[in-house]
């Protein structure tokens, strides 16, 4: 049979069944795929086809189809492996607040870079516009503008009123989505929004916020009954900190891509060079100024404040 991984412990595995139901399973001896070399072979999202062990009453992982994309953390030691988060991933969720708490670009940039970096599309949710007073409606208006020019997908909710939520329902159906954002942007309440029967606790602080380096965190997924699948993400650090070459940077940044060949120097960084058209753009408006700084602050490979996470 057929079926897709939804949890990982690490030595079993719940796959969803195209019959729709679950199992249980096991990987069957010594399991090898070429070319990975992380600490898990499976990951959340991997599809894999397994075999019904009448006798042992246990599944059996045979399998493992190729992955459309995954997304990694990286390693913590020397060993250089790196843990695989999700994979196959349809699109990347970044729950947006403009206060309580608010979101800064510099998160957003960061999301957006890695998700490039991946080639997982984005969708931008602004949350909580029910209590947003004029300033911060000024400020929403701004940056959704800033991030609906660059190419990305944007949606303004409300999960408590309800406000537009099928809206996103209509974004996510039949679709495996990742949803991130910091804490208390309302990603808990979203899939409560989404999908009433989850009932998952509102305000409860999730395991991220249990820090240190070396804990593990397995990604989940959902199953929404309008259709939808999602992965809770066990921590956006993880997935915000990619390890990008900086050389390459640009390219993660749609706005600036469109520049980079024009460029006095074929390999400017686009910081100091004379004739740099990255930066004429910034110049003359057509590349947003917070879009540039977080560049900056990328390539100078300032991590941002874990408690902005
Ligand atoms: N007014 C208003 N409050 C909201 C909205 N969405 C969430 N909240 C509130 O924001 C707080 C945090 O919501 P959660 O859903 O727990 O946030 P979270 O993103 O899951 O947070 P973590 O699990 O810690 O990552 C709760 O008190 C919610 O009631 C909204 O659309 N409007
Ligand atoms: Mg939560
Ligand atoms: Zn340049």
Redesign the pocket.
């Known amino acids: 049979m057929t079926g897709r991984i939804t949890q990982s412990t690490g030595s079993w595995y719940e796959i969803e069944a195209e019959d729709g139901k679950s199992y249980s399973a096991k990987l069957r001896g010594k399991f090898k795929i070429k070319g990975i070399k992380s600490t898990n072979p499976i990951a959340v999202g991997d599809w894999v086809v397994f075999d019904w062990d009448e006798k042992s009453n246990n599944a059996f992982i045979t399998e493992i189809k190729e992955r459309n994309n995954y997304i990694v953390r990286r390693s913590v030691n020397l060993s250089k492996q790196s843990h695989i988060i999700a994979s196959n991933i349809d699109q990347a969720i970044v ?1 947006i607040t403009i206060s309580q708490p608010r979101t800064s670009t510099g998160f957003i940039d960061r999301f957006l870079v890695s998700c490039e970096a991946y080639h997982i599309p984005v969708v931008l949710v602004f ?2 516009i ?2 947003y007073n004029d300033k911060e409606k000024k400020q929403l208006k701004i940056l959704r503008q800033l991030y609906e020019n660059i190419g990305y997908k944007c949606i303004e909710v ?4 309800k406000t537009n939520i099928e809206n996103l329902k209509f974004i996510m159906t039949s679709k495996l989505s990742l949803i991130s ?1 910091h ?7 979203l899939i409560n929004a989404l999908d009433n029967s989850k009932n998952i606790r ?5 395991n ?1 916020h249990k820090k240190g380096k070396h804990t593990t965190t397995y990604a989940k997924m959902h199953k929404l009954e309008f259709g939808a699948h999602i992965i809770d993400s066990p921590g956006i650090k993880e997935f915000g900190l990619f390890d990008f070459n900086k050389a390459d940077l640009s390219h993660y940044f749609p706005d600036m891509r469109k520049y980079i060949n024009k460029c006095k120097f074929n390999n400017c960084t686009h910081i100091h060079e004379p004739g740099c058209a990255v930066k004429h753009a910034v110049t003359n408006g057509e590349i947003a100024e917070s879009r540039y700084t977080n560049y900056l602050n990328m390539i100078d490979g300032k991590e941002m404040n874990i408690d902005e996470y």
């Open positions: 729950v949350n909580k029910d209590i409300s999960a408590i009123k954002g804490s208390g942007v309302g990603k808990s309440a509102i305000g409860e602080i999730s991220m």
